[in-house]
């Protein structure tokens, strides 16, 4: 049985498949799976520094969030943290969640926009890559750009 969907109640959670290929590249040679590995988590830190850079984040990419230290902080500002947990199965889950440095008094504002803030941020992700949506605990479906949704 597979490890489900990953979700975080403080954030919005969207599925890449950064390795996709790189199996079947690596065949059983387990050092260039790793080496490519994270070469492609490195590309997408790049594209992400990229997507954020005329924004208020600053990119991380050292610090584990406090609340599960399997969450890599990608980037944060004074409201928001991009994170990211990978499975077993290496699906890459990202996450556009709350800070956990957020002062009290700017949390319900941060609240409030999550949502439209989060599917802005997927929404230009998904101009490089393939970006899929949890439709239940253990199954997903590519996701919508958020304007189409509206439309």
């Known amino acids: 049985m597979g490890t489900g969907n990953y979700s975080h109640s403080d954030g919005e959670t ?3 498949n950064l390795y996709d ?18 070469e ?14 005329k924004t208020t984040f600053d990119m991380d990419g050292n ?7 399997n969450c890599l902080i990608l980037a944060e500002n ?3 943290q991009i994170w990211s947990h990978e499975d077993s199965y290496g699906h890459v889950f ?9 002062a009290d008094n700017l949390e319900p504002l941060a609240r409030h926009h999550l ?11 998904q101009e490089i890559y393939i970006v899929h949506v949890a439709t239940s605990a253990w199954t997903s479906t590519l ?5 189409q949704k509206a439309a």
Not at 21 to 38: C, F, H, N, P, T
Not at 115 to 125: G, N, S
């Open 78 to 80: 004074d409201l928001y």
């Open 21 to 38: 290929g790189i199996y079947e590249e690596a065949k059983d040679d387990e050092d260039l799976m790793q080496i490519l590995s994270r």
């Open 115 to 125: 949502v439209e803030r989060a599917e802005a941020f997927f929404d230009m992700l």
């Open 143 to 147: 996701r919508e750009m958020s304007h």
């Open 14 to 16: 969207v599925t890449l």
């Open 94 to 102: 990202v996450t556009y969640g709350i800070s956990e440095r957020i």
């Open 63 to 69: 610090t584990w969030r406090s609340d599960d230290r």
């Open 40 to 53: 492609a988590f490195s590309d997408f830190q790049e594209d992400l520094r990229t997507i954020l850079a």
